[in-house]
């Protein structure tokens, strides 16, 4: 097992010039048009109480909130939108983050029977792509998948969309509720890959994720993020800039009734660490970072992959 997390960590610090894929050039047919996807939303906040309201304070989206209050607040974002979450991704984004996120599972390359985290799981779509990909590519069935997030109603549709799958009731996955920022039902040193995918910006102390990611690593584990990110080109940025703020809520409203929480996605997005100040997070977490692709950007950095090795 350790070898091939070994191979791993090796192939994923060696492929990082080999994989600037299409998605990282903005003029290769395959880049699809710059929209989010990965819809979040946000529910009414809660009242702050007077002793959350005297603690340190952090972001809601735009809004700054009391920290003891944010993980509530995402907690109440996804159950409200947990059971329409799949179908809005793909109206949002209009299929472009299935294009991310096989990109995603392929560049990490699962096989060899891993022990693997997906941290902020939600509705399995990077667990599901994890183990077909260890099947179908190396006819892998000891691959496994520990589904990890802190919302029981995305991990309830998680656990319906593997029902329908030839994983269900098979030792491959499992689903375990938590927060990421504290893994505290999982061992030191344990796991070969942590994937975490549009979820750490919703965290409150991205530090405490990277650290606990690290901890639960072996030697040679490799830890892997999908996040929205910061478009590079100025025009484009722009352009990202007035279609996200003006139609995106727009869309939240006329699709979902619910204007707030597409937002909220906006706003949370905006306020995520551009890559290069990521990459230096995952650094200071204890990961060594590839000097050649520190990250890899799609879609214009719409979205980026960082990954981290720990040595
Ligand atoms: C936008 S969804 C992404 C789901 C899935 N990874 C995907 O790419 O489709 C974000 C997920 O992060 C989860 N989440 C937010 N904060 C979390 C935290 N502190 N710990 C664990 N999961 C968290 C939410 O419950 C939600 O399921």
Known sequence: MLRSTRSLAQRTARSFSSTATVFTHP??????????????????????????????????????VPEALKESMV???????????DVMNDAMSLGIHRLWKDHYVKKMDPHGGMQCLDVAGGTGDIAIRLLDHAREKWADRE?????FDINPEMLEEGKKRFAKTMYHGGPQVSFTLGNAENLETIA??????????????????IDRV??????????????????????????????????????????????????????????????????????KMIEEAGFTVPKQEPWEDLTFGIAAIHTGVKL
């Open 27 to 64: 003029t290769k047919p395959l880049d699809p048009a710059p929209l989010p996807s990965a819809a979040s939303t946000a529910p009414p906040p809660p009242q702050p109480n007077a002793s959350a309201a005297s603690g340190p304070s952090t972001h809601f989206g735009f809004k700054d």
């Open 75 to 85: 907690k109440g974002v996804f159950s409200s939108v947990a059971t329409s979450y």
């Open 143 to 147: 691959t496994h998948v520990q589904v």
């Open 188 to 205: 030191d040193n344990s796991l070969d890959l942590y994937t975490i995918a549009f979820g750490i910006r919703n965290c409150t102390h």
């Open 210 to 279: 990277l650290k606990e990611a690290h901890r639960v690593l072996k030697p040679g584990g490799v830890f892997s993020c999908l996040e929205f990110s910061k478009v590079t080109n100025p025009v484009l940025a722009k352009a990202y800039e007035l279609y996200s703020f003006n139609v995106i809520p727009e869309l939240g409203h006329v699709l979902a009734a619910d204007r707030d929480s597409y937002q909220y996605l906006i706003e949370s997005i905006e306020r995520f660490p551009p890559q290069a100040k990521f990459s």
